[in-house]
């Protein structure tokens, strides 16, 4: 289905794994994954303060440098876990954001859908002889009165200000608010 | 505001001393501890936006899907 030059195809979405299964609502990470990144930066701050006491306990030159070796690899792992930890989150939001999306579009064009038979009813404008203004077959102004659709001579008469289409085809607010309904 | 500390520490303990064995512990202890401190805390800091974030589009999800369902019973009442 076509709606405001956008084809459902444009929106589709390739299945994916599900992201929203057993995920917190207030957060986009799981408690495993706290614990995980938790036992992670602990490990490394550890490293750190191993490679602090270790370095500081001998003026050999050769065995700092590997204590210093130690502590850069505890820098390392805060910063994988730092990757993870947002990558992660990064990944999750974005994926519930395409959701709205979808979600979004598929309630527009059940909108859109039902607001077409509307837009093609607004499409059959009458008129009646005397009248400046065309309008919709169900508007109150010719309620009634003996009307007859337009036709080519009817070029010079305006839209009704009640029920009428723009001079751009656009709908008026009447028009939008039944199609809501 | 810690890991900054931490590296003023362990600036004014390595500048004291021209002993590279002495230099290496402050090195350690204030430069690696800083910088993972500094990444820790911009960690914390994104994932605080993330979280907001998070709430915010579930709230909107949530909110899309009772307007759903009201307007299917409503479909569904008439």
Same mark, same amino acid.
């Given at each position: ?72 690899? *505890? /820098?390392?792992? %805060?910063?994988?876990? +730092?990757? &993870? ?5 990064? @990944?999750?939001? #974005? ?65 009704? *200000? /009640?029920?009428? %289409?723009?001079?751009? +085809?656009? &709908? ?5 608010? @039944?199609?809501? #309904? | ?78």
């Amino acid at each position: 289905m076509t709606t405001a030059g956008l084809t459902s195809r444009q929106v589709h979405v390739p299945a994916r794994r599900s992201v929203s299964v057993d995920l917190p609502v207030d957060s986009p990470w799981r408690a495993v994954e706290h614990r995980v990144v938790a036992a992670v930066l602990a490990v490394a701050f550890g490293l750190i303060g191993l490679a602090w006491f270790g370095a500081g306990g001998t003026v050999d030159w050769t065995e700092q440098l590997r204590w210093t070796a130690v502590a850069i690899g *505890g /820098v390392t792992l %805060v910063g994988f876990a +730092g990757a &993870l930890w947002l990558g992660l989150g990064l @990944r999750r939001v #974005r994926l519930e954001k395409r959701a709205l999306c979808v979600s979004l579009v598929a309630r527009r064009d059940r909108l859109a859908a039902y607001a077409a038979p509307v837009t093609d009813r607004a499409a059959t404008r009458v008129t009646r002889v005397g009248m400046s203004h065309h309008h919709a077959p169900d508007c109150l102004l010719v309620a009634g009165k003996d009307v007859r659709e337009l036709t080519a001579d009817d070029l010079d008469l305006v839209p009704c *200000g /009640v029920c009428g %289409v723009s001079e751009r +085809g656009e &709908l008026s607010i009447n028009s939008i608010a @039944r199609a809501e #309904r | 505001m810690v890991a900054a500390i931490a590296m003023l520490n362990g600036y004014l303990g390595i500048s004291d001393t021209p002993h590279v064995a002495d230099q290496l512990p402050y090195f350690i202890s204030a430069g690696a501890f800083g910088v993972a401190l500094c990444a820790v805390a911009g960690m914390l800091w994104v994932s605080a936006d993330l979280r907001d974030e998070w709430r915010e589009i579930r709230s909107l999800r949530a909110e899309l899907a009772a307007s759903e369902a009201a307007a299917i019973a409503r479909a569904g009442g008439q």
